[in-house]
T-cell receptor
Framework: EDKVVQSPLSLVVHEGDTVTLNCSYE??????LLWYKQEKKAPTFLFML????IEKKSGRLSSILDKKELFSILNITATQTGDSAVYLC?????????????FGQGTTLQVKP | DTGVSQNPRHKITKRGQNVTFRCDPI?????LYWYRQTLGQGPEFLTY????????KSRLLSDRFSAERPKGSFSTLEIQRTEQGDSAMYLC???????????????FGPGTRLTVL
């Protein structure tokens, strides 16, 4: 059965710390991996990764994919209280060309002042 | 606001009642998805529409659940004879045709939170 597993499930840090969130997957028809941020409402898109070893960056956030070892990491540097959220990893299941996403359970990040 | 919208945002109902949720996707998006999210979990795929055609349904979608997208624009999700286990956040997402560069960034609506008493 296809699955996406995130770790840790929760994390508490202080402002200014750097965090690394992990996502591993076993999906038969992998097409791409996506990261979302969810703050008590709709998930908002962060990154989409399709190729191994190419880092995507947006401000203090960056992400990379390893298709050989079947994992991705999301890094957040110089964390701020506004980064507190649930971070979701999802894999685009290419079977049937529907584009449905298989989500991990999420990592809850709390950034303390 | 040109994002995905969902109504109602919250719904409280008694066990056994029927409920219907609506999703209005981004207008130029022909792909529409429904997901269900329970507390502490990531969203789980329920069903997928391409235009008005329902092309995939998860086994999570029991026969009490039905979804439609009659004109290929808005979609409705109906749950009949609700059970307490149906309590969850129901999320709708839309994305453009995969022909447009192969990108499958899905844009999510705010969700409808269902509580079944």
């Amino acid at each position: 059965e296809d699955k996406v597993v995130q770790s840790p499930l929760s994390l508490v840090v202080h402002e200014g710390d750097t965090v690394t969130l992990n996502c591993s997957y076993e999906v038969t028809n992998f097409r791409s991996l996506l990261w979302y941020k969810q703050e008590k409402k709709a998930p908002t898109f962060l990154f989409m990764l399709t190729s191994s070893g190419i880092e995507k960056k947006s401000g203090r956030l960056s992400s990379i994919l390893d298709k050989k070892e079947l994992f991705s990491i999301l890094n957040i540097t110089a964390t701020q209280t506004g980064d507190s959220a649930v971070y979701l990893c999802a894999v685009d299941d290419g079977s049937g060309n529907t584009g449905k996403l298989i989500f991990g359970q999420g990592t809850t990040l709390q950034v303390k002042p | 606001d040109t994002g995905v919208s969902q109504n109602p945002r919250h719904k409280i109902t008694k066990r056994g009642q029927n409920v219907t949720f609506r999703c209005d996707p981004i207008s130029e998006h022909n792909r529409l998805y429904w997901y269900r999210q329970t507390l502490g979990q990531g969203p789980e795929f329920l069903t997928y529409f391409q235009n008005e055609a329902q092309l995939e349904k998860s086994r999570l979608l029991s026969d009490r659940f039905s979804a439609e997208r009659p004109k290929g624009s808005f979609s409705t999700l109906e749950i009949q004879r609700t059970e307490q286990g149906d309590s969850a956040m129901y999320l709708c997402a839309s994305s453009p045709s995969r022909l447009a560069g192969g990108i499958n960034e899905q844009f999510f609506g705010p969700g409808t939170r269902l509580t079944v008493l």
